[in-house]
């Protein structure tokens, strides 16, 4: 695998056009739910569909939240979403009109089923199904044109870390990340609760001296968010893989984000301005508020997915076997026995590098051209496999400073 | 000593500065173990992925992996030791419960 390859998959890339003049590298449509009450009625609105790229998303509360709100418009109009079904109970507390706009002037088709007013589960599921076959239709006729490495977002993600994912999947990743860098494209990591160790490394990569203020400002919040939780991301599997602390996972985690400049500081749903390497914080602001901030792996790939990545690099030892919604997963597998018991899993075996059967360039090379092939169309393996894991629960930030997306 | 000097190797010192290297194979007790210059007998055995002491480390020094600290001995740890949960502690946050399997 070169990167000629890699070269050659660019000039075969095409991808759906979007009126916020991104690109999509999938065409999906999305059957969402508004609250927990009405998605039983979208799971079987989108079932029958699954193989022509029906999703189902949504956001369980009935509370409001401004963060769900702001997370659902950034995903219903997702460069890879190409309409948008929303499914509502009616009485839930959720501006379904003004998100139902937000789509429509994206240019995106979409509609409103309120099960109140369709008559109920049955009537709603009828109607849910025959504007989804209609508006697959419409979606199928759709132009394509170019798409570039310089107009791809990928997000990095670790899940099922163990003592093999630092020395081998991690690092090609960051090799992958500077290729992509490299070729004009972004990139961004995240998981500031597993980046503990790292702050002083990361700020000495920020593009500016205030983003570096910053970057240490969000690193110091993650520390004691998770103080007060009194429970770190850390434990199960990790241990049993054999590494130690947090501060240990952390640095292997760390490898993922490469060598390049940081460009700027993200929060859920932020897009990047501009290319470059992405930090996303993901502690809620103002102390301990609605838990946990993130409780699986889904819900950081979710929130990456708000920032517009196209797809994800998920490095595993233990062996996740995890997928998304609307946006493709690359799985690279770090451990070599992980890879042999879940081969049909993972899309790279990173392990070799232990075993002495390939080096960690060849490994990075391999990821940066599965991310040419995997956006020119090819499914990834957990795609293939009919994965779309989605999540979305309560969260809450503070607008970020000038300081964050330096210019 | 023959088996532990074949490519590749039963163990990677990921920094020279590192005081622990990474199994890079299940490791039995008692194995002779080469990692680069360093000759060793493990005293323990030590999982794939999994971290064995290079040197004798004393309680309460920093475990060094990739030239960083990745936490603090928590007793005197013999050269060829299994390095985990027993014998290191966070110097961030340490959690509470231990409910892993």
Sequence with gaps: MTMDQGRQEEQTLRGWPRRDGRKGIRNYLLVAYLVECAHHVARAIAAPFEAEGVQL??????????????????????????????????????????????????????????????????????????????????????????????????????????????????????????????????????????????????????????????????????????????????????????????????????????????????????????????????VNDGGVRFGIPNINDTATVVEMVACGCHLVLFSTGRGSVVGSAIAPVIKVCANPATFRKLAGDMDVDAGRILEGRATLAEVGREIFDTIGAVAAGMPSKSEALGHQEFILTYKTFEPLGPSCLPV | MTAATTNPPDAIRLSEQDNVAVAVRDIAAGSAVAIGEIRLTTLDAVPLGHKISLRPIRAGEKILKFGVPVGSATVDIAAGCHVHMHNVRSDYLNNRQEHWE
């Design chain 1, 57 to 282: 998303i949504g956001f369980p509360g009935c509370y409001p939240s401004d963060y769900a709100f702001s997370m659902m418009q950034r995903l219903c109009t997702h460069p890879n979403v190409g309409g948008v079904l929303l499914v509502s109970l009616g009485c839930e507390e959720f501006r379904r009109s003004e998100l139902a706009e937000t789509i429509a002037r994206s240019g995106r088709p979409v509609t409103i089923a309120v099960i109140q007013e369709r008559g109920g589960t049955k009537d709603t599921i009828a109607f849910g199904r025959s504007w989804v076959e209609r508006t697959l239709a419409e979606l199928a006729a759709q132009p394509r044109v170019p798409v570039g490495f310089a107009d791809l977002v990928v997000g990095t993600e670790c899940g099922g870390s163990d003592g093999t994912s630092g020395i081998t999947a991690n690092p090609a990743i960051g090799i992958a990340v500077d290729h992509l860098i490299d070729q004009g494209g972004t990139a961004m990591f995240e998981e500031t609760c597993e980046l503990l160790g790292c702050e002083a490394h990361m700020a000495g990569r920020a593009a500016t001296p205030g983003l570096a203020a910053e970057i240490m400002r969000v690193m110091r919040k993650a520390d004691d968010y998770y103080r007060d939780l009194e429970h770190g991301s850390f434990g199960g599997g990790n241990i049993t893989g054999g590494l130690s602390t947090i501060e240990e996972k952390s640095i292997g985690a760390y490898a993922k984000s490469g060598t390049r400049p940081i460009a700027g500081l993200l929060t859920p749903g932020v897009l990047p301005p501009r290319p470059g390497l992405y930090l996303m914080d993901m």
